[in-house]
């Protein structure tokens, strides 16, 4: 079976493995999606300041946007995509998009703008109708995530990933464990080469008994699961905890369903699949300690480290808090009326993580109605790049929602 590349060189490093079960067609590695699929910049190697042949090469191809000519069209069955490198320094130039790195190599140097996180979520957003085109080609797509343990931006990954799921018919999904950047290619466990490699070969398997069934995964106070197999079919979701079924799914033809957690236990979900003479199954078992915060709510709120950003001011205004967590010393009058706290002088589960703002801004604003997504976009200034970001992102949900018909 051939195989496309998009990915990193943690993908290099995999399919370099004595055991990768699929033959590679064409690979690209350290580039982002927006690059991919920008318009090219025409430059010769002449052009770039560099004696270094493989960041040679490499800008080169980003540059001139050869790597998106080999992936159209393509004689490969699948295609795997890994998304690290969007965690690269992203900047645009005359309307299209490069590693910051690349365009640094330019001798002649040109007016660019580095990407904020919010921008760059936005555009990639913006570019899901045509990527799903282009991946329509291939027969499946295995979603890789790799999601590196520590990061500031896991969750700027995990929106982008979420969002492809949910948009490609012929997507696979493999996880793995959670690992830092210096090991993401080089120092990575074997073990876990090994495993992903085997897990690729049951992704090919004929037969359904040796099919790698689940990507599953727990979260916060969530317990996920995605079904490996493309054929639409009808699915009933179980919960069950401590050896009890506690709460069903109606019949959906969703390959992807969660459940929210809400006391300690263990856990774990039964897939039955409906039509099909094909056993139900479980996935893992699960041991939960409790919610972050119950249900959703929150009484307090982590100060982030490096700066009081717009998303949690956001917040601040949607909920009725009761302080936030954070160096009392470095607020000595408090933030904003609210008192600071030392995390262990209140209930830990009652604290919405700094690590969390970022996903949880943004679920909620795609759940406001117009007149506040207006509201909210008239009180922002626009000073900085990321402020223009966001009113943008704000526009860009009130005109969604106008298609959509909301009143």
Not at 21 to 37: M, T
Not at 80 to 95: G, H, P, T, V
Not at 234 to 249: I, M, N, P, T
Not at 297 to 325: A, C, D, M
Request: glycine share 4%.
């Amino acid at each position: 079976m051939n195989i496309d590349i998009i990915g990193s060189p943690f993908t290099k490093r995999l399919s370099e493995f004595k055991n990768f079960p699929l033959e590679i067609n064409y690979a690209s590695e350290d580039q982002s999606l927006l690059s991919l699929f920008s318009s090219p910049y025409p430059a010769t190697m002449e052009d770039l300041d560099t004696d270094d042949m493989i960041r040679l090469k490499n800008a080169y191809r980003e540059l001139n946007r050869t790597h998106y000519d080999h992936f159209t069209p393509s004689s490969s069955n699948w295609l795997m995509i890994e998304l690290s490198n969007e965690l690269n320094d992203i900047c645009e130039m005359e309307a299209s998009y490069f590693n910051l790195s690349t365009i640094k190599l330019l001798k002649l140097q040109k007016d660019l703008m580095v990407l904020p996180m919010i921008e760059r979520f936005r555009k990639l957003k913006s570019l899901l109708d045509r990527f799903a085109s282009f991946a329509s080609s291939y027969d499946k797509v295995i979603l890789l995530k790799v999601l590196p343990d520590g990061n500031s931006h896991t969750e700027f990954l995990n929106a982008v990933y979420a969002l492809l799921e949910k948009r490609l018919d012929n997507v696979l999904v493999l996880s793995i464990p959670s690992i830092t950047m210096e090991q993401k290619a080089e120092k990575v466990p074997l073990e876990i080469l090994d495993q992903l490699n085997n897990d690729l070969k049951k992704l090919n398997s004929k037969n359904y008994d040796d099919q790698l069934l689940f990507d599953e995964r727990i979260s916060d106070n969530f317990l996920s699961v995605f079904i490996n197999h493309v054929e639409k079919r009808r699915y009933v979701y179980e919960l069950y905890k401590d050896g009890q079924k506690l709460a069903a799914s109606p019949a959906v033809d969703r390959r992807a369903y969660h459940f929210r957690l809400e006391q300690p236990g263990k856990y774990r979900i039964r897939v039955n699949i409906l039509d099909s003479d094909v056993n139900a199954r479980f996935t893992q078992t699960y041991s939960y300690e409790g919610a972050d915060y119950q249900n959703g709510n929150f009484s307090y709120i982590e100060l982030p480290r490096n700066n009081v950003t717009w998303q949690l001011e956001f917040l601040i205004g949607q909920h009725n808090i009761k302080g936030l967590v954070g160096d009392p010393y470095e607020y000595p009058e408090g933030y904003d009326g609210y008192t600071i706290y030392l995390q262990e002088e209140v209930p830990y589960q009652e604290i919405l993580r700094a690590d969390q703002i970022y996903e949880r801004t943004f679920e909620e604003l795609e759940e406001l109605p117009q007149t506040k997504l207006a509201e909210l976009a008239g009180t922002i200034n626009q000073e900085t790049a990321s402020d223009r970001a966001t009113k943008q992102y704000i526009l860009h949900l009130i005109t969604t929602k106008k298609e959509d018909g909301e009143q």
